[in-house]
């Protein structure tokens, strides 16, 4: 019931948004620009992508106040290729991210962004800006996670907690697929299969309690979950050279525990300064109980070196 609330009030918010008289210019701008690129691409795919690279560096020399010398970088990849012919569309988005942090003192490099998420939503026109759908998410890491902490002595030690794969999250279904153009988008899937992936190495420890690593049973490797789903895709223009991307997930399992919702909320701004240069902020909020009791949070921000392709 939660997550039909929510459904609803996201669903009233867009609605609202779009009201104003500055989005739906935007909206009629972006649906002419599609309907142009359609025209010149009759094989139907359109596709478009940004690399960006995040920098940051501090040095302190007999700086009374206090401070560590660090180095960090982050390296980001946005790609979306969808197509559009008749009555069938099909969204795709790959978004990958990967950073880390190297501080003085400290004895290990420590990442901060390990992300990799494929976005698949397919669309058979039913009536107005709604479709038939069929949608598809895929979520991992790239290498290992740790939990860090100190030795008798004092000095740092690490832990290994996570892994590519592990967790790994693919979750798909059937539903109804409303659009209006690339920008703004909603999926709502009453029957969504969720599965998560897991090293059956963290669920054969001894003394494995069920359901303590990422919801999985012990000596399993996989969690199957039978919900609701409902996402949302909505990226405007804040004002000249500046944009912001928002993604919205939404999920809640039938089968054990429904007025718990999962959420994964994530959003981007771009602040452009020429064609290469931009001021890049990314933010993410995860909410699911099987990971950790309580939200999950990760900001970037820092100066960005950007292509597009």
Not at 224 to 250: I, Q, R
Request: hydrophobic fraction near 35%.
């Amino acid at each position: 019931m939660r997550a039909i609330v929510i459904t609803l009030f996201l669903l009233y918010s867009v609605t609202e948004a779009q009201a104003q008289n500055t989005e739906k210019e935007l909206i009629k701008n972006t649906e002419a620009a599609v309907k142009n690129i359609n025209d010149t691409l009759p094989n139907g795919w359109r596709k478009k992508g940004n690399i960006a690279f995040l920098f940051s560096q501090s040095n302190f020399n007999n700086w009374i106040a206090g401070g560590e010398n660090n180095l960090s970088g982050n390296l980001g990849i946005n790609y979306d290729f969808n197509y559009k012919k008749d009555k069938l569309t099909w969204d795709n988005k790959i978004i990958a991210s990967y950073g880390l942090l190297q501080t003085k003192n400290a004895d290990f490099e420590k990442k901060t962004d390990d992300r990799f998420e494929f976005n698949s939503t397919l669309g058979q026109h039913a009536f107005g800006n709604w479709y038939y759908s069929l949608f598809l998410n895929f979520r991992t890491q790239f290498t290992r996670g740790y939990v860090y902490g100190k030795d008798a002595n004092g000095a740092e030690i690490r832990t290994e907690n996570t892994n590519f794969l592990s967790p790994g999250y693919l979750t798909f279904g059937p539903g109804l697929f409303w659009k209006k153009g690339d920008h703004l988008r909603l999926n709502f899937a009453p029957l969504t299969s969720k599965m998560t992936f897991v090293d059956d190495f963290y669920t054969s420890q001894p003394g494995y309690v069920d359901g303590a690593y990422f919801g999985v049973d012990a000596n399993k490797s996989l969690r199957y979950e039978l919900g609701f789903y409902a996402s949302a895709y909505y990226k405007f223009n804040l004002m000249t050279n500046v944009s912001a991307e928002n993604t919205l997930n939404l999920y809640t399992n039938y089968l054990e525990d429904p007025q718990n919702v999962d959420m994964d909320y994530s959003l981007a701004i771009v602040m452009k300064i020429n064609k290469f240069l931009s001021a890049n902020l990314n933010f993410q909020a995860i909410y699911d109980d099987n990971a950790f009791q309580g939200f999950q949070t990760r900001q970037v921000f820092g100066l960005g070196v950007n292509y597009g392709f």
